[in-house]
């Protein structure tokens, strides 16, 4: 990685886990909100159907969580596996996409 | 004031290796996590039914474990915000208190409402 890419990657790093910081606040909160008397679909529906509120805030959490998580992989994989250089790098992008596909998918999922 | 410093080092040693390994446990979770919310689009009947499956003991624990390693990734991430981005650095102790002191308390607060 070129010292100009690992700025990027570190400030992308630490702006999604300022982002993430706010939403896993506010996911804990709605997790023990939620899961107070059990945990039904009727329930959990109710609540995102057609919320914009919520899809947009789960929207930001996916995103968030699939920028944050491939470079947090890589480094695991850089520091434990020797595992760096283009190969890591297009499998950490590949890895950003399948998250935000799979969670946007399951966003919109709960919404509509 | 060597032996307190070994201990300092030790005890951030530790957090940076419980901030790590939670954040893979995570990491694995989360494909499980979006796969299992995107059932909604068969349905509720297919939500309900992994919830239902969701709901015994075992299942149960299993994500109480996750809830405890998303508060410990949460508060040990915070922790190196603070050391990285604010100026004064002789706390470590006292982030790492903090961190464990949220994840305890969301751990509890989660086994009450699970």
Redesign the interface.
């Known amino acids: 990685m070129t010292p100009r890419a690992a700025v990027r990657v570190w400030i992308a790093q ?1 702006a999604s ?2 982002v ?2 706010v939403c ?2 506010i ?2 909160i709605t ?3 939620a ?2 008397s ?5 329930e ?2 109710a609540r995102t159907h057609g919320n914009v509120g919520w899809l947009v805030f789960y929207a930001v959490f ?1 995103l968030a ?1 699939a920028v944050h ?1 491939p470079i ?2 890589r480094t ?1 994989a850089s520091e434990w596996l020797g595992w760096r250089g283009r190969s890591a790098a297009i499998a950490a992008h590949l890895l950003a996409l ?2 935000a596909a ?2 946007l ?6 919404f ?1 | 004031m060597s032996g307190d410093l070994r201990a300092r080092n030790h005890s951030a040693w530790w957090a940076f290796l419980l901030h ?1 390994l939670s ?2 446990a ?2 694995l979770f ?2 499980l ?9 068969q349905g ?2 297919a ?2 039914r992994l ?1 239902a499956w ?2 015994q003991p075992l299942v149960k624990t299993a994500e109480w474990g996750l ?1 405890v390693l ?2 410990a990734h ?1 508060a040990l ?2 922790r ?2 603070a050391l ?2 604010l100026p004064w650095r002789n706390w470590h102790r006292t982030l790492l208190a903090a961190a464990a002191g949220v994840t305890i308390a ?1 751990g509890l ?2 086994a009450l ?2």
């Open positions: 630490r886990a300022a993430l910081a896993v606040i996911h804990l997790i023990a909100y899961t107070r059990g945990l039904t679909a009727a959990l529906l996916v969580a998580v947090g992989l695991i399948a998250l799979l969670g998918r399951a966003v919109w999922g709960v509509a | 790590r954040g893979l995570l990491a989360l494909p996590h979006f796969w299992a919310l995107g059932q909604a689009l509720e009947a939500l309900d919830l969701t709901a809830v998303l508060a949460f991430g915070l190196v915000l990285e981005f969301v607060a989660l409402a699970l």
